[in-house]
């Protein structure tokens, strides 16, 4: 695969955002996490930037990923993420009453996302493979009616939920 350097531009406003960020989330909850908590001043700043590191690991493993991959098994994606937003729902409608059946994702005592951020991923997966395959017929509002906008509302009403 052809390295291309076109978006190095893109790459240090991405960094830029997130220094700046950094800066301003630390201005604006030092003394909350001070007074409120009773934990040092850069105790959210800490977390912050645990994120910030997780996020950009991601973003070198999602780099190096083919997006024919994701291409190919968009509809599969997009299918699997709302089997994965209808079990809460599922859950808390049979046998559970008094719970609340909770939609984070979690791995041991560390929470992942919420099942509805992989409907979200999902549909950004889906909508660019569909623009991908049918660019030619993007105009047609009668075809996208019939072949995108159902999966479309149906992951946005999950997401919702």
């Known amino acids: 695969?052809?390295?291309?350097?076109?978006?190095?531009?893109?790459?240090?406003?991405?960094?830029?955002?997130?220094?700046?960020?950094s800066f301003l989330m630390y201005s604006a909850s030092s003394s909350f996490a001070f007074y409120k908590f009773n934990k040092s001043d850069t105790y959210f700043l800490y977390k912050h930037i645990t994120w910030v590191s997780i996020g950009l690991i991601a973003l070198f493993i999602i780099s190096n990923i083919n997006y024919n991959i994701l291409n190919r098994y968009s509809f599969l994606i997009l299918v699997l993420s709302w089997v994965l937003m209808l079990i809460p729902i599922i859950l808390s409608k049979i046998g559970f009453e008094g719970y609340t059946i909770a939609r984070w994702l979690k791995v041991g005592s560390f929470t992942i996302m919420t099942t509805s951020d992989f409907g979200k991923l999902a549909i950004i997966i889906f909508s660019c493979s569909f623009i991908d395959n049918y660019y030619s017929k993007i105009n047609n509002y009668r075809f996208l009616l019939k072949n995108f906008v159902v999966y479309f509302l149906i992951s946005i009403s999950l997401v919702l939920w």
Do not use: A, P, T
């Open 1 to 21: 695969m052809v390295r291309n350097n076109q978006h190095k531009s893109i790459l240090l406003i991405v960094f830029s955002i997130i220094f700046i960020g």
